[in-house]
């Protein structure tokens, strides 16, 4: 079994990462830049993980990356769309300039939207292939500070309804899942507000998620157990969702 995880080289990507391959799985990482603890993973699974430097907003790196997998593998069991980046520097939505927002639309937006485009055949050439679509609990909840981010998460959520029809007929599954408040670099620097906003009840379970929380998500996934789904949000937030009085 082959799966690709976008954006793995930390944070939840390398989390799902390391979950696939503890499963059996050949995994392929990408992300900008190489980190120490992917060179770490390729010499303890040796032949079972590849590395390929990928900025999913330039077509070219989709393109290698897709060319990649075919030559090394001729197909693909799992795709994961992990890849996006936070803003980079949190405007009010009356401030942000065209090119805010096209930073983060082309990464987070329109580079998923090509990489799971793009591997479409490598996905089809099995009886059973899924996509694994990772959001946000900000694709429905606002925050000003934060527009495109949240416009570009509530845009993920399309693009799974939107594959997930289109390719039902050749037996590809696709699904997304939300985390919540997770622990990570993307965090870090706000981890103080949030751990004070849960616990004054901002979420029933009173915890910070963790990347292996959402890894065991995409491992349930990634065994069959929603094959009869499609489209369909699993949100992975503690809670948030449930909206308490």
Not at 9 to 25: N, V, W, Y
Not at 55 to 64: A, F, H, L, Y
Not at 190 to 219: F, H, N
């Amino acid at each position: 079994m082959v799966a690709v995880v976008t954006g793995s080289s930390r944070g939840i990507g390398l989390g799902i990462a390391e979950e696939l391959l503890k499963k059996g799985f050949d995994v392929i990482l990408t992300s900008r830049n190489e980190t120490d603890r992917v060179k770490e993973l390729k010499e303890e699974y040796t032949s079972k993980v590849n590395f390929v430097s990928v900025d999913i907003s330039k077509p070219e790196d989709v393109e290698n990356l897709v060319s990649f997998a075919e030559k090394t593998y001729g197909k693909i069991d799992l795709l994961v769309n992990n890849a996006g980046v936070a803003p980079k520097e949190r405007k009010d939505i009356l401030e942000i300039s065209p090119e805010d927002f096209d930073y983060l639309l082309d990464i987070n937006l329109k580079g998923t939207f090509f990489v799971t485009q793009k591997f479409v055949p490598l996905l089809t050439k099995n009886e059973k292939s899924r996509i694994v679509n990772i959001s946000s609990m900000s694709a429905y909840t606002v925050s000003v500070n934060r527009g495109e981010y949240c416009i570009s998460k509530a845009g993920i959520s399309m693009i799974t309804k939107l594959f997930a029809a289109r390719l039902a007929e050749y037996g590809v599954s696709v699904l997304e899942i939300r985390p919540g408040i997770i622990e990570t670099d993307m965090t870090a620097k706000v981890k103080e507000k949030y751990e004070k906003l849960i616990s004054e009840g901002i979420t029933p379970i009173k915890r910070m998620g963790k990347p292996e929380d959402i890894a065991k998500c995409v491992s349930s996934i990634a065994d069959g157990n929603f094959d009869f789904c499609t489209g369909t949000v699993i949100d992975c937030d503690g809670g948030f969702n449930v909206r308490i009085l």
